[in-house]
């Protein structure tokens, strides 16, 4: 149980391009999930929290405007990477929680690749 | 500033015998503790997770122990399997429900 499903698992798009990223929870309703980013050999950093049907909250330092999470349904979130610059490069990953006192369920990953 | 440290890069550990993970934390408030595995192209999975009432859990061959007056917390893996070969993240957060704050990954290696 506790699958969680994020589509594409790689993306290669040129600068100035908008990118959508998906995630699902396949077996369970998540009321709130994540979005962290992921830099070589470092740690999972985490990007912003969103619960269905309310704005995401970023963490400091993410920009909203840059990073849109939407958060419709309670097995659906998505990000999108709007006007994407090399330095956007990165592997993002999502993760989906049900109650609060259960463990975050994350998705494979997308690693994001703008030329 | 980094809350949550894994200071071993890596493990090696034989077939058969013990891996030991350590992780340090510096945040008093934290009051729940994750364990993750991760393979390459692949995200997290959870392992196990303690509570901050407790000082073990165990769960099959993986045992977590969590020492507060230290603010250190293992991961003991007994035996050790080739398949247990991955990064190992431990994670901290507080208000059990609140974000979870990462360490910088341990890469075990079991070696056949």
């Known amino acids: 149980g506790a699958v969680v499903s994020q589509h594409p698992s790689r993306v290669i798009c040129k600068s100035g391009t908008s990118v959508k990223i998906e995630c699902r929870s396949l077996d369970f309703q998540a009321t709130t999930m994540f979005w962290y980013r992921q830099f070589p050999k470092q740690s999972l950093m985490l990007m912003a929290t969103?619960?269905?049907?309310?704005?995401?909250?970023?963490e400091q330092g993410v920009e909203k405007d840059k990073f849109l999470i939407n958060h419709a349904s309670l097995t659906l979130s998505t990000l999108t990477v709007t006007s994407a610059h090399p330095e956007d490069s990165s592997f993002y990953i999502c993760s989906a929680r049900g109650a609060v006192s259960q463990p975050q369920h994350f998705g494979d990953g997308t690693r994001l690749s703008i030329l | 500033d980094q809350q949550v440290k894994q200071n071993s890069p890596s493990l090696s550990v034989q077939e058969g015998r013990i891996s030991i993970l350590n992780c340090d934390y510096t945040?008093?408030?934290?009051?729940?503790f994750l364990w993750y595995k991760k393979y390459p192209a692949e995200g997290p999975t959870f392992l196990i997770s303690?509570?901050?009432?407790?000082d073990k859990n165990e769960d099959g061959r993986f045992t977590v122990f969590l020492n507060k007056s230290a603010k250190h917390l293992s991961l003991h893996i007994v035996p050790s399997q080739p398949g247990d070969s991955a990064v190992y993240f431990c994670?901290?957060?507080?208000?059990?429900?609140?974000?979870?704050?990462f360490g910088q990954g341990t890469e075990l290696s079991v070696k056949p």
């Open positions: 945040n008093s408030m934290f009051d729940y």
């Open positions: 994670a901290a957060t507080y208000n059990q429900g609140g974000k979870l704050i």
């Open positions: 303690i509570s901050s009432i407790k």
């Open positions: 969103s619960n269905e049907g309310s704005k995401a909250t970023y």
